[in-house]
């Protein structure tokens, strides 16, 4: 059960009112997540602001959604692992893609460099090197691309903490546990698992 109120749109007045019945009208529902960050309506409002500002930049759903499921795995966030895979299949992921992205890689080369240097920045804690930043480049990005997803990364981690504090009742379908291939490869006749 979470451990912050989760407020129901039908109780909620003034601004927390106002901000859940636009994530409603967005969404059609209003998940448990909102409803805790509703407790602050700054809060929420901080969050729907920055998410809604980023979904207008550069990267595509499909990538924006993929840099949440590498975020969210390295924060170990349950509740986001559900989310963005719920939204990560609207928005056309595959379950590849999707496993792919929680380990932090992808099949296609520029993606691929893109969720890495996500994972570096979370790892690092921003502390990236030269090195880091010129790989990203190396694959095509330019610094406005970087800056994207920096903020998402700061978005992300902002959700994974807010719902490890909460402990926010996951309302999605719970994502799948992810099997590392080495482990997975131990139990497979002739499996190479440095592949």
Known sequence: M???N???PESATGKAKELLDAVKGKLGLVPNMTRAMANA???????LQLSGALAQGALPAKTREQIALAVAQANGCDYCLAAHTAIGKMTGLTADQIRDSRHGTAVDPKADALIRFARVVVDTKGRVSGADLQTVREAGYDDG?????VAHVALNVFTNYFNHV???DIDFPKAEPL???HDACATI???????
Do not use: F, K
């Open 145 to 149: 691309a970087i800056a994207e997803v």
């Open 6 to 8: 989760q407020i129901a």
């Open 189 to 195: 006749p002739g499996c190479d698992p440095t592949r």
């Open 166 to 168: 909460a402990d926010t």
């Open 2 to 4: 979470s451990r912050l």
């Open 179 to 181: 099997v590392d291939h």
């Open 41 to 47: 309506p700054a809060a929420l409002n901080g969050y």
